[in-house]
């Protein structure tokens, strides 16, 4: 209920203010536990974005698959599609079309 998710919500924001000054490690361990237990609870998808914006400046480091990767669990644990590029993703789909197109019409 409310109280739990308010406990979680203090706990993502004591584990902040103590990843500021601490090792990535740490900060990595933390994030992974409270991912854990958001990923618990259903309709939690707004704590999982509270949280992902806590840690964005570690996440940030973080290669590009990282984020990828949590944006499939957000999509498998609570059907929150990733926000995409909407230029990229056009111009992804017209290169799709004329590539995947043309070799598929030629058979």
Do not use: C
Request: glycine fraction near 8%.
């Amino acid at each position: 209920g409310n109280l739990a998710d308010a406990i979680v919500v203090v706990n993502v924001n004591k584990l902040k203010q103590k990843s500021d000054g601490a090792d990535l490690l740490a900060s990595q361990i933390a994030f992974s536990d409270m991912l854990l237990k958001i990923l618990q609870r259903q309709g939690a998808y707004p704590l999982m974005a509270k949280l992902r914006e806590h840690y964005n400046l570690m996440l940030s480091k973080e290669d590009q698959s990282v984020q990828k990767k949590l944006d499939l669990v957000a999509e498998m644990y609570f059907g929150v599609k990733p926000e995409g590029n909407t230029m990229q993703d056009m111009m992804s789909e017209v290169m799709k079309g004329f590539f995947g197109g043309s070799s598929s019409s030629l058979r």
